[in-house]
């Protein structure tokens, strides 16, 4: 049965993409498998990235196809089961030191040849548990020694992506990048010791993403160097490795090194797992801090991978990061260091292997045989046959390294650099958020290239991934352009804090899809079809006004409209007459005589970097925008949770609200204070007039907690309160029209604190509009006569915002996110008086240092700024442009 039938949506290149297929039943999970497995025929002529025996590779595919049934019976099925997330019904593989309960764990040696694992690895169980559809193992080095796939008992996998003579596909992980690249699975698992999922992402053109030690399970890998193994994923966006990370994440009692599950990754997966929300991610790097490690800069580093580098470093800044040069001084003392550590563990875990367990070397010795030769010789024997020549190196040189004699020099010393190399990192972040580095020192190199290499030499090609691997951080190679040369992928290397895998996906997802934008001419377009737009109608507008017999009301009008066109017209100007320059540099850069090219690729550099940021602008000022941002506003603070002390915090919000007003000029009127007993308020609300208040003070909606030791107790406990604070466009000016049969007016005296009553006669005034059930109670004044006056305009604001909100619902997808929804029971900022600041929830955290000055109202601007910054940026990377 094909759900695919008939319909002609294009068929999806990543784990989300193929998620929304299947949710929307356009494609099954069993249609989905079946295009990839046939693929796997192609996949053999072109690189061979899988592995296994026919038996083996059947058994996978039997069992796969019984998952993919299984899924598709989860959605769109009749039963009660519901599909579980991105990855249910989406075919993967994974490398063949990772343990499945079918078909065969070789990890690449001979030595393994038939083994069947009566386990499967934690990360692919927990993967299949989510309906995950595995349907193979893929090639590697020989228990992930190598860095080129070629040194494994089933031969060679070769780089998809180039034509002109065999590539390396990188390794030790080059089966699963190789299958990714290729396009038989969506995703596929790799290990990553020293580069293995890095360096074969970089040469493959996909992503790789190696976790934080500890962060997945290594239960059911298989080891090579037990202090530095880890699980990782390869994938082609940034946005799926996170997702294929947090459904591997978390915590195994079979893995006594790992951690709890990060809640921030499953978040950060969730941002990216639709196509609609990988469409409408945004692409700031504001606030994010990057470092620069200069020592990455060696000189084996070719020119192509060294200007991809610096490239990826400037669109980083020009999408709002800082960059930081930094210094990781021992970067080059940890190649030799990891090639003693790597070694000396691997020949501790190797010592397993003695061809009486696990595998079956009958076929080249047999049992009898075996049995019959002396016990030492026997294993010597099983051990010459069973491990490859590179396997062998290393168990020499592992057991030389850790040898009673030499530990000391050797293996003793390593792990004092891998220390030295670990705090390198640690100072750095302590002044960025991410490093960005090349993953390798140049593109896929040739595999006859490699052949003639000593192995010193070939162990040069993990010079960029060994140092985070020591530290044990999180790491990943994303694809950043292809040599122009070559044709072949470059791979940009990522590097975050111990378990900040999170910021990972996000920074990487923000600059692909930055990139992704800047690729698409579509955005361009839209921009210049606007632009044209609003110049035409800008000289038509013009010609109205110059015509001498236009009416006067419509000439009023026009120029109203010009003076909100003006600055679009211009700044488009500006992005056109840069593009113009921009073409005949290039034109310029042809030329015979050289100086002139030199001089047109000098002043071409600047211009390109000057172009995008024009761009930004223009697409800024093209944003739609809220007409009531230029309004005033009625503004209401009421004590919330936390009795007394959040009544006294609603009155200091209150009146930190009437100095920022007096600051910025506004005027500021108070229309309502309900007081408590003590010198707090219930409720206050405010009308605040002045040049676009509301556009500013909207922010200001939602709950706001304060954290400090009450003024009434006197042992000095932290109480947390809250007070709300909802802010509503002012309605004076719109056509609200109350139909007075609507309102039910009623007076009364005006209560004060503690309820006695202030005055004598009846001033207060209570508004109920009977169709909506609003309430409005006004006792301020000492006349009913204004009172009812201000409850008016606070009604008709009310109802005004009711408007607002049913037409912003049906718009919804237009609200930010980031900045929150405008409910107004959501926490948006916290007052914490112990320590002295002021923490907004909505923007990364951004924290005001002077909570006195906050109070003061002098520091509500700082975070206001950042607030409609998000604002912008959100509304640009939901494609409003
Ligand atoms: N190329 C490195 C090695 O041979 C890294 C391999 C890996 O990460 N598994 O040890």
Redesign the pocket.
């Known amino acids: 049965m094909s759900a695919s039938a008939g319909r002609t949506a294009a068929w999806p290149s990543t784990i989300a993409g193929a998620r929304d297929a299947l949710d929307a039943l356009r494609l099954s999970a069993v249609d989905l498998l079946a295009a990839c497995a046939r693929r796997l025929d192609v996949d053999h002529a072109l690189c061979r990235a899988f592995v296994g025996s026919d038996a083996s590779r059947e058994a996978i595919l039997r069992r796969a196809v019984a998952d993919a049934r299984a899924s598709d019976g989860r959605r769109g099925g009749v039963g009660e089961e519901r599909a579980r997330g991105a990855l249910d019904g989406v075919p993967f593989a994974a490398k063949d030191n990772l343990c499945a309960s079918a078909g065969t764990t070789e990890a690449g040696s001979r030595m393994l040849r038939g083994y069947e694992s009566p386990v499967e690895a934690t990360a692919i169980a927990r993967i299949r548990a989510l309906g995950g559809v595995m349907m193979g193992k893929t090639n590697m080095?020989e228990f992930?020694?190598?860095?080129h796939t070629r040194t494994g008992a089933s031969g060679t996998t070769t780089n998809p992506t180039s034509s002109g003579g065999a590539r390396s596909a990188g390794?030790?992980?080059g089966g699963s990048a190789a299958a990714v690249a290729n396009g038989t699975v969506f995703y596929a698992l790799g290990?990553?010791?020293?580069?293995?999922?890095r360096?074969p992402a970089a040469y493959c053109g996909v992503v790789g993403l190696k976790p934080t030690y500890g962060r997945v399970s290594r239960f059911g890998l298989v080891s090579?160097?037990s202090s530095?193994?880890t699980v990782g994923v390869l994938t082609r966006t940034v946005g799926d490795a996170g997702i294929v990370l947090a459904a591997m994440q978390g915590e195994d009692a079979l893995d006594s090194t790992t951690v709890t599950r990060c809640e921030d990754l499953d978040a950060a997966a969730l941002e990216y797992s639709t196509e609609a929300l990988v469409n409408a991610s945004s692409t700031s790097l504001k606030g994010v801090r990057v470092g620069v490690p200069e020592e990455y800069a060696v000189k084996e580093l070719s020119q192509e991978v060294y200007d991809a580098w610096d490239e990826t470093v400037r669109t980083m800044e020009a999408l709002g990061a800082e960059i930081v040069r930094v210094n990781l001084p021992h970067t080059k003392d940890a190649l030799p260091c990891?090639?003693i550590i790597?070694p000396a563990e691997a020949s501790s875990n190797l010592a397993r292997y003695d061809g009486m367990r696990y595998g079956d070397l009958t076929a080249d010795l047999s049992r009898e045989e075996y049995l019959r030769e002396d016990f030492q010789r026997a294993i010597a024997r099983a051990r010459s046959l069973g491990f490859g020549p590179e396997v062998r190196r290393r168990i020499t040189v592992g057991a030389f390294a850790l040898s009673s004699e030499r530990a000391a020099e050797y293996f003793d010393k390593a792990q004092k650099v891998r220390r030295l190399v670990s705090n390198d990192f640690t100072d750095a972040f302590k002044r960025v958020d991410v490093l960005v580095t090349p993953s390798s020192v140049s593109t896929a190199p040739k595999l006859e290239d490699i052949e003639a290499l000593s192995p010193a030499q070939s162990?040069a090609?993990?010079v960029m991934?060994?140092p985070s691997?020591l530290a044990g951080l999180p790491a990943m190679s994303v694809p950043f352009g292809r040599s122009r040369v070559s044709g072949l992928p470059i791979g940009i290397q990522f590097i975050a804090p111990r378990f900040k895998e999170a910021s990972l996906v996000r920074v990487g997802a923000r600059l692909e899809r930055a990139r992704a934008r800047s690729y698409s001419t579509s955005t361009s377009d839209a921009l210049d079809a606007r632009g044209e737009a609003v110049t035409a109608r800008r000289d038509e507008l013009i010609a109205l006004i110059s015509t001498p017999d236009a009416p006067i009301d419509r000439v009023i009008e026009a120029n109203k409209e010009l003076s909100r066109l003006e600055p679009l017209v211009s700044q488009y100007a500006v992005v056109k007459a840069l593009r113009n320059e921009k073409a005949s540099l290039e034109e310029l850069t042809r030329s015979d005589e050289k100086d002139i090219a030199d001089i047109a690729r000098e002043e071409l550099r600047e211009l390109t970097e000057d172009l995008p940021e024009q761009e930004h602008n223009l697409r800024v000022l093209f944003l739609p925008r809220d007409e009531a941002d230029d309004r005033g506003a009625i503004l209401e603070v009421r004590a919330g949770a936390g009795g007394d002390e959040a009544a006294l915090f609603a009155a200091e919000l209150f009146r930190m609200y009437a100095l920022h007003a007096r600051k910025r000029g506004w005027r500021f009127e108070t229309l309502n204070v309900a007081e408590t007993d003590g010198k707090g308020v219930r409720e206050a609300s405010a009308e605040v007039l002045g040049d676009g208040v509301y556009g500013r003070l909207k922010f200001e909606s939602g709950v706001h907690r304060v954290q400090r030791v009450p003024e009434t107790e006197t042992q000095g406990r932290v109480h947390t309160s809250t007070a709300s604070v909802a802010v509503l466009p002012h309605a004076e000016e719109v056509e609200m029209n109350i139909r007075d049969e609507d309102v039910r007016i009623e007076t009364m005296r005006a209560s004060g604190a503690g309820g006695q009553h202030v005055n004598t006669t009846n001033s207060a005034v209570r508004l109920t509009h009977v169709p909506t059930g609003i309430t409005v109670a006004i006792q301020d004044e000492r006349s009913q006569h204004k009172n009812k006056a201000k409850a008016f305009s606070v009604l008709k604001s009310r109802l005004y915002e009711l408007e607002r909100e049913k037409l912003a619902s049906e718009r919804s997808e237009l609200r930010s996110s980031l900045i929150g929804t405008g409910d107004r029971s959501e926490k948006v900022r916290t007052y914490n008086f112990p320590q002295g600041r002021v923490k907004d929830h909505r923007v990364n955290e951004t924290t005001i240092g002077d909570i006195k000055g906050f109070m003061d109202g002098f520091l509500l601007d700082d975070l206001i700024d950042a607030l409609k910054a998000k604002e912008t940026e959100d509304l640009l990377g939901r494609g409003n442009a």
Request: glycine share 18%; hydrophobic share 25%.
């Open positions: 080095d992930g020694m190598g860095s390794g030790s992980s290990s990553d010791t020293g580069g293995s999922v360096l090579y160097c530095l193994d990891y090639y790597a162990y090609a993990d991934t060994v691997s």
